[in-house]
């Protein structure tokens, strides 16, 4: 595969003036909009009190176009509206609005998401082999990359659809959790329509930020049309790094997001429609949102070296981070309607993505450096370690269903995908080999660990393969009694299997197990059953019982030099087995003028959680797989309309994780990485709620409508790994020579649980017949959410928090044309 780099620095304005470079041809083409006939329409703002009636929500969860009332399974919709109003610009704030997901942030595009407590705890930088637990979809197209998820913007997308429990069935492997679909607006045949936005903020002590967003939708002849999509966005900084000459630089958390999406859409007869697309996005991040409260170099323990308490949102750096991704992807599908009794459908895609992965580990080499006895010099040596991924992805689907009124409804298909990964480490720490050579070689012989890299002053070198394929045959069918009782069965064959290499290099690597080449495989059946039953013609109840299903592993070979006493706990668990689970669930949806509701139950009977933990002081990630979890609890959503003028929305989940097996030590009968019978699943919050009120306010200074709109959102405490949740998280050995002092890690452990918050956002604005504004303040009350815990080489290197965006103050606009 060949590989793209990413090396020019996009600024603001660069991205902003690509994102304008679009907008004449958009003027043009949008030009005769004012006088275009009443079926193409004329773009408008919507009031707000117009778009929030409740009326009936239309989805397309099952693969096939319904209203949500009569999909037998629980669903989230955010439609368009939603996301506006709301002033959402990524999922991950949606997810906040929406019961039952959660998004662990682990930096700009490096998010884990989890529905319902199905969850692995977090994901490092160096587990490429781990696959995901919720399916993400663009449309028709998959796009989830275990922790490099996607970090799409949500501009011109028409809905955001939470799929809630296994979709083996008629989504696969990947989605044992549920299934998260953008459903983007398509080309109209016969309409032209431009609109634009613009968007101005800064941070409470950070810096400014903003975007420009375009789009235009324009007929090419009677029978085809396009839509093109773009998008810039600056992103302010908000975390400061403290330097080794006591200098602090501000805001080295930020970066920007550009890209676009241009579809088109021809109907050479008016039973078929083709419809491919283009999506392009780069993002390019000058550090991650990390609040250390220790690193090796900056401490208050040290006795040789100037004690240091970093404070909030700051972190101790000797090297720039950045974090890049470049992202293309192309697809198509086409629909042939067969006289409305049946329709056949073809999707297909290629994915190609690009992603660098830049950090300062100059503390993980100096905590190495400490236990080997180098001279402070050797713990001082600025080291970076560089991760690059390169992602080839290409996708198949073929899949007929019935169209027609009758009381058997059916789809059946077939998909092929195939993902080949090529992941790669350096680790160059220029002065090393000297340092390493005058101290008596501790780790080894340089030459004899170099495996044929060039390890010249880089301790640690690997390159990873993954190529996966995979091959399914679906299908389900629903028949309808007395057209109130519907009974749905499906079926999902599947067939993996993945090839690895792995080799490594350099002092750090295991000298034992540079070379690893192994195949996985494995096939099997993901059945669903569900039942719906129309009590009135507003209020039905469900039922499922569904299985879902994740491919297992290989895990990387331990960094053995680097383990002190932690190798015997760890190397029993180099692979790891299929996950699986049985999903059991009920619930209710009721459909009113002014009222909507969604409320269901669930248990979800987990075997083999692959739960991901850090292998000690190793400087290594494994995945363990534990016999039995399980989850369990409830949603609850609703929306009310109190008066004409006030719109209210509630979500809210609880939700029971845990382990219900006990993973010990071989050696000595201990518990592993917390993995404990009782014990929490990581990475779930039990409680997550959140509730949004708009109320229309009477037009000010001659616009159409005026409207205030609150929001509060919160998430309950969680811990980033079962460990976290022990009473010894941290070995006890103490570091000294740098530090100077004896400091136990236990005293740490009261930080290892992420609190609960909540966030306040509040937004006003005015709406014109063809322009509207909007003033916004996010994060009222600042505050500093813990998003995830991060440590380096089990926390002797550094511990920290990724955390949350500080109060930020804008205004945005939107323009229709």
Same mark, same amino acid.
């Given at each position: ?171 696969? #492997? *990947? @989605?044992? =959790? +549920?299934? !998260?679909?953008?459903?983007? /607006?398509? $080309? ?5 329509? %431009? &609109? ?8 409470? #002590? *950070? @810096?400014? =930020? +903003?975007? !420009?967003?375009?789009?235009? /939708?324009? $007929? ?5 049309? %396009? &839509? ?15 330097? !080794? ?573």
């Amino acid at each position: 595969m060949k590989k793209r780099t990413i090396t020019d620095k996009q600024t603001y304005w660069t991205m902003i003036i690509r994102c304008l470079a679009l907008l004449p041809l958009a003027m043009v083409l949008g030009a005769g909009a004012a006088s275009a006939q009443s079926d193409a329409g004329t773009a408008k703002s919507s009031s707000v009190s117009d778009i929030h009636k409740l009326e009936e929500v239309v989805v397309t969860a099952t693969r096939r176009v319904e209203s949500i009332m009569d999909v037998p399974f629980s669903v989230n919709v955010q439609d368009e509206s939603d996301i506006q109003r709301l002033n959402t610009f990524n999922l991950e704030n949606l997810s906040r609005n929406i019961a039952g997901l959660n998004i662990q942030n682990l930096g700009p595009g490096q998010s884990v998401v989890t529905i319902r407590g199905v969850s692995s705890g977090q994901i490092v930088r160096d587990q490429p082999g781990i696959k995901e637990q919720v399916g993400i979809y663009l449309d028709d197209t998959p796009i989830a990359i275990s922790m490099f998820t996607p970090d799409l913007d949500l501009y011109d997308v028409q809905r955001v659809e939470t799929l809630r429990g296994p979709q083996g069935t008629l989504f696969g #492997s *990947g @989605s044992i =959790g +549920g299934t !998260v679909r953008y459903v983007t /607006n398509k $080309p109209q045949l016969g309409v032209k329509d %431009v &609109r634009t936005q613009f968007d101005l903020n800064t941070i409470d #002590s *950070g @810096s400014a =930020g +903003g975007h !420009v967003k375009a789009a235009f /939708n324009a $007929p090419l002849g009677d029978n085809a049309a %396009v &839509r093109v999509t773009s998008y810039g966005t600056r992103y302010g900084g908000f975390i400061d790094a403290l330097r !080794v000459t006591g200098e602090t630089d501000d805001n080295v958390n930020d970066g920007g997001r550009f890209g676009s999406r241009v579809s088109v859409l021809w109907q050479p007869t008016e039973n078929v429609t083709i419809t491919p697309r283009l999506v392009y996005q780069s993002i390019d991040m000058d550090g991650f949102n990390r609040e250390e409260f220790f690193n090796l170099y900056a401490n208050p323990y040290s006795t040789t070296r100037p004690r240091v308490q970093l404070g909030k949102r700051q972190q101790f750096l000797l090297l720039n981070e950045a974090f890049e991704d470049e992202t293309l992807l192309l697809d198509n599908v086409i629909k042939w309607n067969m006289n409305n009794r049946l329709e056949a459908t073809y999707a297909a895609s290629y994915t190609n993505r690009d992603l660098l992965v830049s950090r300062d580990s100059s503390a993980l080499a100096g905590s190495v450096a400490v236990d080997v006895g180098f001279p402070p010099e050797g713990v001082l040596l600025p080291s970076n370690l560089r991760d690059t991924t390169g992602i080839e992805q290409m996708t198949h689907e073929v899949r007929v269903s019935s169209t027609d009124d009758s009381a058997f409804q059916w789809q059946a298909g077939v998909f092929y995908s195939n993902i080949k990964r090529n992941y790669s480490q350096r680790l160059p720490t220029p002065g090393w080999d000297l340092i390493h050579e005058n101290a008596g070689l501790p780790l080894g012989s340089l030459a004899a660990s170099s495996n044929g890299f060039n390890t010249m002053d880089s301790p640690y070198v690997s390159d990873l393969t993954y190529d996966l394929s995979q091959i399914a045959v679906f299908g389900e069918a629903t028949y309808t009694l007395y057209d109130r009782l519907g009974i749905t069965a499906g079926l999902r064959w599947y067939d993996w299997e993945e090839d690895k290499t792995f080799r490594s290099g350099g002092a750090f690597s295991n000298s034992a197990a540079q070379n690893q080449n192994v195949t996985v495989s494995s096939n099997g059946l993901t059945p669903r059953f569900m039942v719906s039953y129309d009590v009135t013609d507003r209020v039905a109840l469900n039922a499922q019982a569904s299985r879902g299903f994740r491919l297992g592993g290989v895990n990387d070979p331990l960094n053995v030099p680097l383990c002190q006493g932690d190798y015997d706990t760890y190397r029993g668990f180099q692979r790891f087995k299929d996950e699986t689970l049985w999903n059991y669930e009920v619930g209710l949806k009721s459909s009113y003028d002014k009222v909507t509701m969604n409320a269901s139950l669930f248990y979800a009977d987990i075997e083999n959680l692959g739960v991901n933990v850090v292998a000690g002081s190793c400087s290594s990630r494994v995945t363990v797989s534990v016999p039995e979890a399980h989850t369990m609890g409830g949603e609850l959503e609703f929306a009310v309309h109190p008066t004409d003028a006030l719109l209210v929305t509630f979500a809210g989940s609880y939700v029971e994780a845990e382990f219900d097996s006990t993973i010990t030590n071989a050696v000595d009968g201990s518990v592993v990485s917390g993995i404990k019978d009782g014990n929490r699943i990581p990475s779930v919050p039990n409680w997550q709620l959140s509730a949004v009120a708009t109320y229309t306010l009477p037009p000010l200074w001659n616009s159409k409508e005026s409207y205030v709109t609150a929001s509060w959102q919160y998430v309950g405490s969680q811990f980033t790994q079962p460990g976290d949740q022990d009473s010894t998280p941290f070995p006890s050995r103490l570091i000294t020579g740098l530090t100077g002092a004896d400091m136990a890690f236990d005293n740490f452990r009261d930080q290892m649980e992420l609190d609960a918050y909540h966030l306040l956002n509040l937004n006003t604005g005015l709406l014109y017949d063809t322009w509207e504004v909007m003033l916004y303040i996010k994060n009222i009350t600042d505050e500093n959410p813990q998003l995830s815990f991060d440590r380096e080489r089990n926390a002797a290197a550094r511990m920290a928090y990724r955390v949350g965006q500080p109060r930020t103050f804008g205004i945005l606009s939107r323009f229709y044309f």
